[in-house]
């Protein structure tokens, strides 16, 4: 690694562990979607899902997604790692969650300032285009970036957008994410932290 240390987050599955919440919405559009059918949909661009069978109301997502994240809490692990990574690395995030409920979030815990620039679904849903839009804006090599995620889908972006070390983190939105051959799999920010040390 050069002086130019970069690191992308995801958002949903690795900051914030809202899958659950995120599942719950989904469901009052779909009261007969399943886990593992909803996993499913992180396989690529969530933006892109086809949904074979249609809603059986119309929900506002973005809105009922908000609203459950003003009592979702972080574990102080988390917040201890991204302030320490702050101090040698520019941080940013990339999700496909709206910018808005982002901010409010990681101000709520603390750490908003830890990250230069967030880019939500509003700027664009594909991230391929979002890590393009970051790459230039901030003169960033995509060989300098690390990027934490928790989907295979998100492992595929990267790889198209030319990012070459991606960290998987279990326990977020999808499991078995070794099916795209992460650089590592790891099970929590304290190892995340160990890994990045190393690259240095």
Same mark, same amino acid.
């Given at each position: 690694m050069s002086d130019n240390k970069v690191i992308f987050f995801d958002f949903d599955g690795v900051i914030a562990d809202s899958l659950s919440i995120a599942f719950e919405v989904a469901r009052m559009s779909r009261p007969h979607l399943t886990l593992d059918k909803y996993r499913a949909y992180f396989d690529g661009n969530i933006h892109e899902v086809n949904h074979e069978d249609g809603a059986v109301r119309k929900v506002d997502f973005i809105e009922e997604y908000g609203k459950r994240f003003?009592? @979702?809490?972080?574990?102080?692990?988390?917040?201890?790692?991204?302030r320490k990574l702050s101090e040698s690395f520019r941080l940013?995030? !990339?999700?496909?969650t709206t910018g808005g409920i982002i901010r409010s979030y990681l101000q709520q815990h603390g750490i908003l300032s830890c990250f230069t620039d967030i880019l939500g679904n509003e700027v664009h849903q594909s991230k391929v285009e979002k890590f393009q839009m970051l790459?230039? &804006?901030?003169?960033?090599?995509?060989?300098?970036v690390i990027f934490i995620t928790d989907t295979t889908g998100d492992i595929k972006e990267a790889k198209k957008a030319g990012v070459q070390t991606i960290v998987g983190i279990a326990g977020g939105f999808q499991e078995n @994410?070794? *099916?795209?051959?992460?650089?590592?799999?790891? *099970?929590?920010?304290?190892?995340?932290?160990?890994?990045?040390? &190393?690259? !240095?």
């Open positions: 003003e009592d @979702l809490g972080i574990e102080e692990q988390k917040t201890h790692v991204i940013f995030i !990339i999700s496909s790459f230039q &804006k901030y003169n960033i090599d995509p060989n300098e @994410l070794e *099916r795209e051959n992460p650089s590592i799999i790891v *099970r929590d920010f304290a190892q995340f932290y160990d890994f990045v040390q &190393k690259q !240095i």
